[in-house]
């Protein structure tokens, strides 16, 4: 049978009938909302875009789905703090464009990063994490640079393995642990300035989306044409996309590949 929105919407009601949830469906905008009934927090799913996937993926993506409702949902009926929890606290990295506040308006705790890139923290609370946001920052009495000494920390205890490909004449390393914090090895700079110090050319290095870190031994003009091609494919496969921007790493500064075209032109 042909996945529609109105099926699918009854599926969903079907499989979240908790009495503790309210279910509600916008025909207008064709989206499906699931709320606590007492805080009224909850998730709004976009139909349309489920039904595409489970016309890709069957009925793996519903069970993916409403696995994903139920733990959201879950975190948001929480109360969460951070004494005691200081191994689960890690640095996370988003685009400039994410947002600097919650749905419920409360002001995340970030620092820049890059032009491209800013740093969020997350609390790790197993199959999925939350944002800290000021309000639980403040309610423990902890600051700023307290969280990222802790998350800087915790994520030097990250193993950076790698899975190497070498694609005409250049080397690239992949670290893909799906642990949610692969891209946030990015911050690691120990990892880095030894990966570097065993770097035949340039070293350039990726964020395309969370789930994965691409470092680069560019050692050719080719090089950097594949980097930026495998970028942007996974830049646009990406379940939280970060940016389709390579950056060449030298001093321990970052600085996106482009910028670094227009400064430095070839000699004659």
């Given at each position: 049978m042909k996945m529609t929105s109105l099926k699918l919407k009854q599926i969903l009601q079907e499989r979240l009938s908790d009495t503790r949830y309210h279910t509600s469906y916008n025909r207008d905008k064709d989206t499906f909302r699931v709320e606590w009934k007492e805080s009224r927090q909850g998730i709004t799913i976009t139909l349309p875009n489920v039904v595409a996937k489970y016309n890709q993926r069957g009925q793996e993506a519903i069970e993916e789905l409403v696995e994903h409702i139920t733990e959201a949902l879950r975190i948001m009926n929480e109360e969460h703090q951070l004494a005691g929890m200081e191994k689960n606290i890690f640095p996370v990295i988003r685009a400039t464009s994410f947002p600097n506040k919650t749905k419920a308006n409360k002001e995340l705790i970030n620092r820049e990063h890059t032009a491209e890139t800013r740093v969020y923290y997350a609390l790790d609370l197993g199959k999925s994490y939350r944002l800290i946001d000021k309000d639980l920052l403040e309610?423990?009495?902890w600051t700023e640079d307290r969280i990222n000494e802790i998350a800087t920390f915790n994520l030097r205890s990250?193993?950076?393995?790698?899975?190497?490909?070498t694609v005409a004449g250049n080397d690239f390393y992949f670290i893909a642990k799906q642990d949610g914090y692969?891209?946030?090895r990015i911050l690691n700079e120990a990892f880095l300035e030894e990966m570097k110090a065993n770097m035949k050319g340039e070293m350039a290095v990726a964020v395309p989306h969370q789930d994965v870190f691409i470092i680069a031994d560019i050692q050719n003009k080719t090089g950097y044409d594949i980097l930026a091609q495998m970028n942007m494919k996974?830049?646009?496969?990406?379940?939280?996309?970060?940016t389709s921007l390579p950056?060449?790493?030298?001093?321990?500064?970052?600085?996106p590949?482009?910028?670094?075209?227009?400064?430095?032109?070839?000699n004659n």
């Amino acid at each position: 049978m042909k996945m529609t929105s109105l099926k699918l919407k009854q599926i969903l009601q079907e499989r979240l009938s908790d009495t503790r949830y309210h279910t509600s469906y916008n025909r207008d905008k064709d989206t499906f909302r699931v709320e606590w009934k007492e805080s009224r927090q909850g998730i709004t799913i976009t139909l349309p875009n489920v039904v595409a996937k489970y016309n890709q993926r069957g009925q793996e993506a519903i069970e993916e789905l409403v696995e994903h409702i139920t733990e959201a949902l879950r975190i948001m009926n929480e109360e969460h703090q951070l004494a005691g929890m200081e191994k689960n606290i890690f640095p996370v990295i988003r685009a400039t464009s994410f947002p600097n506040k919650t749905k419920a308006n409360k002001e995340l705790i970030n620092r820049e990063h890059t032009a491209e890139t800013r740093v969020y923290y997350a609390l790790d609370l197993g199959k999925s994490y939350r944002l800290i946001d000021k309000d639980l920052l403040e309610s423990e009495g902890w600051t700023e640079d307290r969280i990222n000494e802790i998350a800087t920390f915790n994520l030097r205890s990250l193993d950076c393995d790698y899975n190497k490909d070498t694609v005409a004449g250049n080397d690239f390393y992949f670290i893909a642990k799906q642990d949610g914090y692969d891209a946030s090895r990015i911050l690691n700079e120990a990892f880095l300035e030894e990966m570097k110090a065993n770097m035949k050319g340039e070293m350039a290095v990726a964020v395309p989306h969370q789930d994965v870190f691409i470092i680069a031994d560019i050692q050719n003009k080719t090089g950097y044409d594949i980097l930026a091609q495998m970028n942007m494919k996974f830049f646009a496969e990406g379940r939280i996309p970060i940016t389709s921007l390579p950056f060449i790493y030298e001093d321990k500064q970052l600085e996106p590949v482009f910028i670094l075209a227009k400064n430095k032109p070839e000699n004659n």
